[in-house]
């Protein structure tokens, strides 16, 4: 079974940065579209970028210029960095990946755990 594992998250201030990494662990074939979502309390998960296995990227528009999405498909890791950050960004992280386990099989989605970051005012 493939988990995927997040790491990066905390507080830090308004304007201040923060990085995420995910990274798969367990045995597949390949791994395809990469992303991350956030989720509030009580409300829907909402995306915030993708990148695609040959890295086009895709953001949601408040986090444009902002946040900038990657990943190394050696590593098989997405990485989000995040600068200038607002307290609007406080939510919990969740990484997204679409795992090919083998040849035969078509992309499956995956999540990771959920990492909480919170932007102070």
């Known amino acids: 079974q493939v988990q995927l594992v997040e790491s990066g998250g905390g507080l830090v201030q308004a304007g201040g940065s923060l990085r995420l990494s995910c990274a798969p662990s367990?045995?597949?074939?390949?791994?395809?579209?990469m992303g991350w979502y956030r989720q509030a309390p009580g409300k829907q998960r909402d995306l915030v970028a993708t990148v695609t296995r040959d890295c086009s990227t895709n953001y949601e528009d408040s986090v444009k210029g902002r946040f900038n999405i990657s990943r190394d498909n050696a590593k098989n890791t997405v990485y989000l960095q995040m600068n200038r950050m607002e307290p609007e960004d406080t939510d919990v992280y969740y990484c997204?990946?679409?795992?090919?386990?083998?040849?035969?099989?078509?992309?499956?989605?995956?999540w990771g755990q959920g990492t909480q970051v919170t932007v102070s005012s």
């Open positions: 997204n990946a679409r795992v090919r386990t083998t040849i035969m099989k078509i992309g499956e989605d995956r």
């Open positions: 367990g045995i597949f074939f390949r791994i395809n579209a």
